[in-house]
């Protein structure tokens, strides 16, 4: 499933477009790489606001429970995010960064692997999640914090990224779950 059906989600924020505030610098971190820079749009106050109210808008009747905000810039966007819904958050973390009992997942990525976490406790059986994060690339994090929150019995109501660049194809690692984007590339 690619966008929800809109009668599932309230949409009754004004929308903004967002793509003039996030930077392109060209080679960053690496050669041949464009990376989509959203710092000036965090500086925005404006923008940062219109954009957790887009979110908490298309939310706010959806009976979300907890915001899960994947390392480290999905923490900028869910804690907010959160906080407007009157639900909990939830970091999704790398490995050894969480103090409690945790579960774990492993995923590809281009060059190797990586582990994402949770504790065990996040989530109650049946809650309603959304997952957030800045970017999606080709989805293996997406992917792995998706593949936790259902571990635990959460029910994914959508995955958000701010950032979408649809040439990776990173929606195919969430295989039918529900997704939405921003701003796409």
């Keep these: ?18 793509h003039a505030l996030i930077r392109a610098i060209p080679d960053f971190p690496s050669p041949g790489i464009l990376f989509r820079d959203i710092t000036p749009l965090l500086a925005d106050p404006r923008a940062l606001t219109a954009l957790t109210e887009q979110l908490a808008a298309r939310y706010r009747e959806a009976g979300i429970r907890k915001v899960v905000g994947i390392e480290s810039r999905g923490f900028i966007f869910g804690a907010p995010l959160a906080c407007a819904l009157g639900a ?4 999704a973390r790398k490995p050894g960064k969480l103090p409690h009992s945790i579960i774990e997942e492993s995923y590809d990525l281009e060059y190797g692997s990586n ?20 970017l999606i690339a080709t989805g293996g994090t997406f992917g792995a914090a998706a593949k936790l929150v259902e571990r635990l019995g959460g029910q994914i109501v959508e995955v958000v990224a701010i950032i ?15 997704f939405y984007s921003v701003v796409r590339y």
Excluded at 1 to 18: E, L
């Design 115 to 134: 582990t994402i976490a949770m504790h065990v406790d996040a989530i109650e059986p049946g809650e309603k999640v959304v997952i957030i994060d800045d």
């Design 164 to 178: 979408e660049l649809t040439a990776l194809g990173g929606r195919k690692a969430l295989g039918d779950r529900p």
């Design 88 to 91: 909990g958050f939830v970091p």
């Design 1 to 18: 499933m690619t966008q929800p059906a809109s009668s599932m989600f309230n949409t009754g924020a004004p929308a903004m477009d967002f």
